[in-house]
Protein backbone atom coordinates (compact mmCIF):
# COMPACT_ATOMS: atom_id res chain seq x y z
CA UNK A 1 0.00 0.00 0.00
CA UNK A 2 3.25 2.72 -0.07
CA UNK A 3 1.40 3.60 -3.21
CA UNK A 4 -1.49 5.19 -1.03
CA UNK A 5 0.50 6.79 1.61
CA UNK A 6 2.13 10.18 1.23
CA UNK A 7 4.93 12.63 2.77
CA UNK A 8 3.98 16.23 3.75
CA UNK A 9 6.37 18.60 4.54
CA UNK A 10 4.56 21.20 6.45
CA UNK A 11 6.02 24.58 6.55
CA UNK A 12 7.13 24.37 9.94
CA UNK A 13 10.03 21.72 8.43
CA UNK A 14 7.46 18.56 9.68
CA UNK A 15 7.31 15.83 7.68
CA UNK A 16 4.18 13.89 7.90
CA UNK A 17 3.14 10.39 6.52
CA UNK A 18 -0.74 9.98 5.54
CA UNK A 19 -2.11 7.28 3.88
CA UNK A 20 -4.62 8.69 1.11
CA UNK A 21 -8.28 8.01 0.91
CA UNK A 22 -8.98 5.86 -2.18
CA UNK A 23 -12.50 6.19 -4.09
CA UNK A 24 -14.32 3.05 -1.87
CA UNK A 25 -13.71 4.85 1.49
CA UNK A 26 -14.66 8.57 -0.10
CA UNK A 27 -17.70 6.85 -2.44
CA UNK A 28 -18.74 5.54 1.27
CA UNK A 29 -18.89 9.00 2.95
CA UNK A 30 -20.48 10.33 0.27
CA UNK A 31 -22.79 7.99 0.55
CA UNK A 32 -23.67 8.20 3.80
CA UNK A 33 -23.43 11.89 3.70
CA UNK A 34 -25.90 11.76 0.59
CA UNK A 35 -28.50 9.22 2.87
CA UNK A 36 -28.35 12.21 5.63
CA UNK A 37 -29.40 15.00 3.06
CA UNK A 38 -32.16 13.04 1.57
CA UNK A 39 -33.54 12.52 5.29
CA UNK A 40 -33.15 15.98 5.30
CA UNK A 41 -35.02 16.70 2.10
CA UNK A 42 -37.54 14.24 2.17
CA UNK A 43 -38.46 15.99 5.88
CA UNK A 44 -38.98 19.54 4.41
CA UNK A 45 -40.80 18.40 1.50
CA UNK A 46 -43.30 16.33 3.92
CA UNK A 47 -43.38 19.83 5.52
CA UNK A 48 -44.55 21.57 2.96
CA UNK A 49 -46.83 19.40 1.65
CA UNK A 50 -48.55 19.07 4.78
CA UNK A 51 -48.89 22.75 5.34
CA UNK A 52 -50.09 23.10 1.61
CA UNK A 53 -52.64 20.43 1.58
CA UNK A 54 -54.18 22.05 4.63
CA UNK A 55 -55.52 24.72 2.93
CA UNK A 56 -58.66 24.88 1.00
CA UNK A 57 -57.62 24.93 -2.11
CA UNK A 58 -54.15 23.30 -2.93
CA UNK A 59 -53.72 24.46 -6.44
CA UNK A 60 -54.69 28.27 -6.05
CA UNK A 61 -52.47 27.75 -2.61
CA UNK A 62 -49.31 26.54 -5.47
CA UNK A 63 -50.27 29.33 -7.50
CA UNK A 64 -50.30 31.98 -5.59
CA UNK A 65 -47.01 30.72 -3.89
CA UNK A 66 -45.34 29.89 -6.21
CA UNK A 67 -42.46 32.54 -5.54
CA UNK A 68 -42.60 29.98 -2.04
CA UNK A 69 -41.64 26.74 -3.84
CA UNK A 70 -38.91 28.62 -5.63
CA UNK A 71 -37.25 29.96 -2.56
CA UNK A 72 -37.79 26.46 -1.14
CA UNK A 73 -35.93 25.06 -3.95
CA UNK A 74 -33.33 27.52 -3.84
CA UNK A 75 -32.76 27.20 -0.22
CA UNK A 76 -32.56 23.59 -0.60
CA UNK A 77 -29.69 23.80 -3.30
CA UNK A 78 -27.73 25.80 -0.13
CA UNK A 79 -28.10 23.71 2.26
CA UNK A 80 -27.03 21.06 0.08
CA UNK A 81 -23.73 22.24 -1.08
CA UNK A 82 -23.29 24.56 2.22
CA UNK A 83 -23.48 20.82 4.40
CA UNK A 84 -20.37 19.99 2.81
CA UNK A 85 -18.83 23.07 2.96
CA UNK A 86 -19.43 24.17 6.86
CA UNK A 87 -18.60 20.80 8.16
CA UNK A 88 -15.42 20.57 6.02
CA UNK A 89 -14.64 23.83 7.45
CA UNK A 90 -16.18 23.78 11.17
CA UNK A 91 -15.39 20.02 11.98
CA UNK A 92 -11.50 19.66 11.30
CA UNK A 93 -12.33 18.27 7.02
CA UNK A 94 -14.78 15.75 8.22
CA UNK A 95 -18.68 15.38 7.09
CA UNK A 96 -20.66 13.07 9.61
CA UNK A 97 -19.81 10.28 6.51
CA UNK A 98 -16.36 11.13 6.80
CA UNK A 99 -16.36 10.60 10.60
CA UNK A 100 -17.51 7.53 9.93
CA UNK A 101 -15.55 6.37 7.24
CA UNK A 102 -12.14 7.69 9.68
CA UNK A 103 -11.49 10.18 6.58
CA UNK A 104 -10.60 13.66 6.78
CA UNK A 105 -9.87 16.85 4.02
CA UNK A 106 -6.34 18.72 4.75
CA UNK A 107 -4.65 21.14 2.67
CA UNK A 108 -1.35 20.02 0.84
CA UNK A 109 1.19 21.30 3.90
CA UNK A 110 -0.91 19.18 6.45
CA UNK A 111 -2.33 21.84 8.04
CA UNK A 112 -6.36 21.74 7.96
CA UNK A 113 -8.37 22.92 6.04
CA UNK A 114 -8.72 26.25 5.34
CA UNK A 115 -12.43 28.79 5.05
CA UNK A 116 -11.58 29.46 1.31
CA UNK A 117 -10.04 26.09 0.17
CA UNK A 118 -13.06 24.27 1.81
CA UNK A 119 -15.31 27.49 -0.33
CA UNK A 120 -13.33 26.13 -3.51
CA UNK A 121 -13.65 22.84 -3.17
CA UNK A 122 -17.35 22.34 -3.10
CA UNK A 123 -17.98 24.85 -5.53
CA UNK A 124 -16.14 22.84 -7.75
CA UNK A 125 -18.44 19.96 -7.19
CA UNK A 126 -20.38 21.14 -9.67
CA UNK A 127 -17.77 20.75 -12.37
CA UNK A 128 -17.25 17.05 -10.75
CA UNK A 129 -20.55 16.04 -10.58
CA UNK A 130 -20.92 16.43 -14.42
CA UNK A 131 -21.96 15.03 -16.99
CA UNK A 132 -24.06 13.02 -14.07
CA UNK A 133 -23.49 10.77 -10.53
CA UNK A 134 -19.89 12.20 -10.34
CA UNK A 135 -18.69 10.80 -13.21
CA UNK A 136 -16.35 13.29 -13.52
CA UNK A 137 -14.95 13.39 -10.28
CA UNK A 138 -15.02 9.38 -9.87
CA UNK A 139 -12.51 9.25 -13.02
CA UNK A 140 -10.05 11.95 -11.26
CA UNK A 141 -10.40 10.22 -8.21
CA UNK A 142 -9.25 6.89 -9.71
CA UNK A 143 -6.51 7.43 -11.76
CA UNK A 144 -5.29 10.25 -10.24
CA UNK A 145 -2.13 9.65 -8.24
CA UNK A 146 -3.31 11.45 -4.95
CA UNK A 147 -6.64 10.68 -5.48
CA UNK A 148 -7.67 13.77 -6.27
CA UNK A 149 -10.86 15.04 -7.91
CA UNK A 150 -11.15 18.82 -10.00
CA UNK A 151 -12.32 20.22 -6.53
CA UNK A 152 -8.84 19.26 -4.46
CA UNK A 153 -6.61 20.09 -7.36
CA UNK A 154 -7.66 23.73 -7.39
CA UNK A 155 -8.73 24.21 -4.10
CA UNK A 156 -4.74 22.62 -3.02
CA UNK A 157 -6.74 19.61 -0.59
CA UNK A 158 -5.68 16.41 -0.55
CA UNK A 159 -8.09 13.36 1.45
CA UNK A 160 -6.39 11.13 3.96
CA UNK A 161 -6.93 8.53 6.77
CA UNK A 162 -7.49 9.87 10.29
CA UNK A 163 -4.57 8.14 12.04
CA UNK A 164 -5.00 5.79 14.73
CA UNK A 165 -3.18 4.55 17.48
CA UNK A 166 -3.47 2.06 19.93
CA UNK A 167 -2.32 3.40 23.35
CA UNK A 168 -4.79 2.64 25.73
CA UNK A 169 -2.18 1.02 27.83
CA UNK A 170 0.49 3.96 27.24
CA UNK A 171 -0.63 7.10 28.43
CA UNK A 172 1.80 9.80 28.83
CA UNK A 173 2.25 11.14 32.04
CA UNK A 174 -0.07 14.13 31.06
CA UNK A 175 -2.78 12.11 29.84
CA UNK A 176 -2.48 10.10 33.31
CA UNK A 177 -2.99 13.26 35.14
CA UNK A 178 -5.96 14.61 32.94
CA UNK A 179 -7.49 10.91 33.69
CA UNK A 180 -6.51 11.72 36.86
CA UNK A 181 -8.67 14.55 37.71
CA UNK A 182 -11.31 13.34 35.85
CA UNK A 183 -10.72 15.73 33.13
CA UNK A 184 -12.22 15.33 29.58
CA UNK A 185 -13.05 17.14 26.41
CA UNK A 186 -16.83 17.93 27.09
CA UNK A 187 -15.83 19.77 30.13
CA UNK A 188 -15.34 22.97 28.75
CA UNK A 189 -17.31 24.30 25.57
CA UNK A 190 -15.78 26.40 23.29
CA UNK A 191 -17.32 27.65 20.17
CA UNK A 192 -15.84 26.35 16.60
CA UNK A 193 -15.22 29.90 15.31
CA UNK A 194 -12.96 30.44 18.25
CA UNK A 195 -11.08 27.37 17.49
CA UNK A 196 -10.00 28.74 14.23
CA UNK A 197 -8.21 31.61 15.69
CA UNK A 198 -6.06 29.11 17.31
CA UNK A 199 -2.59 29.13 15.40
CA UNK A 200 0.74 26.87 14.95
CA UNK A 201 2.43 28.83 17.71
CA UNK A 202 -1.11 28.94 19.98
CA UNK A 203 -1.06 25.78 19.77
CA UNK A 204 3.18 24.82 20.49
CA UNK A 205 2.54 27.21 23.38
CA UNK A 206 -0.15 24.98 25.14
CA UNK A 207 1.24 21.53 24.10
CA UNK A 208 4.86 22.43 25.49
CA UNK A 209 2.49 23.48 28.94
CA UNK A 210 0.84 20.13 29.30
CA UNK A 211 4.59 18.39 28.58
CA UNK A 212 6.20 20.85 31.31
CA UNK A 213 2.91 20.66 33.61
CA UNK A 214 4.28 17.80 36.05
CA UNK A 215 7.59 18.90 36.01
CA UNK A 216 7.21 22.56 36.96
CA UNK A 217 7.60 23.79 41.15
CA UNK A 218 3.95 24.78 42.06
CA UNK A 219 4.85 28.38 42.22
CA UNK A 220 5.89 28.18 38.82
CA UNK A 221 3.36 26.39 37.36
CA UNK A 222 1.16 29.09 38.65
CA UNK A 223 2.79 31.87 37.00
CA UNK A 224 3.09 30.55 33.86
CA UNK A 225 -0.76 29.53 34.05
CA UNK A 226 -1.90 32.83 34.73
CA UNK A 227 0.06 34.02 31.67
CA UNK A 228 -0.97 31.07 29.24
CA UNK A 229 -4.50 32.01 29.89
CA UNK A 230 -4.05 35.20 29.40
CA UNK A 231 -2.94 34.96 25.75
CA UNK A 232 -5.23 31.74 24.80
CA UNK A 233 -8.23 32.35 26.95
CA UNK A 234 -9.03 35.66 24.82
CA UNK A 235 -9.03 34.40 21.76
CA UNK A 236 -11.76 31.36 22.94
CA UNK A 237 -13.79 33.89 24.36
CA UNK A 238 -12.72 32.70 28.09
CA UNK A 239 -12.06 34.68 31.21
CA UNK A 240 -8.64 34.26 32.29
CA UNK A 241 -9.40 35.63 35.72
CA UNK A 242 -11.51 32.59 36.57
CA UNK A 243 -10.80 29.88 38.57
CA UNK A 244 -9.15 26.76 37.93
CA UNK A 245 -7.16 27.62 35.36
CA UNK A 246 -5.12 24.96 35.25
CA UNK A 247 -8.16 22.38 34.46
CA UNK A 248 -9.55 25.06 31.61
CA UNK A 249 -5.86 24.99 30.12
CA UNK A 250 -5.39 21.16 30.61
CA UNK A 251 -9.56 20.61 28.61
CA UNK A 252 -7.86 23.12 26.06
CA UNK A 253 -4.75 20.85 25.11
CA UNK A 254 -7.13 17.84 25.27
CA UNK A 255 -9.54 19.52 22.32
CA UNK A 256 -6.81 21.04 20.41
CA UNK A 257 -4.85 17.85 20.58
CA UNK A 258 -7.48 16.06 18.46
CA UNK A 259 -6.75 19.37 15.33
CA UNK A 260 -3.17 19.69 15.77
CA UNK A 261 -1.05 16.85 17.09
CA UNK A 262 -0.41 13.76 14.30
CA UNK A 263 0.54 10.61 15.44
CA UNK A 264 3.19 9.34 13.22
Request: zero cysteines; glycine letters at 6%.
Amino acid sequence: MNEDRIDIKTPEYVSLQFQIAGLGSRTSAFIIDQLILMAFNIAILIIFLIISFGQPDFLVFLDLHSYLIAIIIIGLFFINWGYFFAFEYFSGGRTPGKRMMGIRVIQENGHSITLLSSFIRNLLRIIDSLPSGYFLGILMIFFHSKHKRIGDLVAGTIVVHERKTNRKNKLSPIEKEIQARGLSKNDLVVDEWALKSINKQDWKLIQIYSNRFLQLPLKEREVMTKKIAEILFPKLGLDPHEEDLENKLLVIYLILKEEWEYEL
